[in-house]
């Protein structure tokens, strides 16, 4: 995802001439990705790689 995020801010950077306000739409959005949103990855990554021991764990009825 963030690949291609950072493809479309090249392209924006680019045709900024040619796009106005889109391209820097474009790239008002790539960096609200970059900043919030790319960061959150790690804990999520963190989360699975923990494993399903935890909510395992609980009984059926629990739930």
Same mark, same amino acid.
């Given at each position: 995802m963030a690949g291609l995020w950072l493809q479309m801010a090249a392209c924006a950077?680019?045709?900024? /001439?040619?796009?106005g306000g889109f391209a820097e739409n474009k790239l008002c959005l790539a960096r609200f990705f970059f900043d919030r949103l790319s960061p959150q990855t790690l804990a999520l990554e963190? /989360?699975?790689?923990?494993g399903p021991a935890s909510i395992?764990?609980?009984a059926?009825?629990?739930?």
């Open positions: 950077v680019e045709q900024r /001439g040619a796009l963190a /989360g699975i790689m923990a395992n764990s609980l059926n009825d629990t739930i």
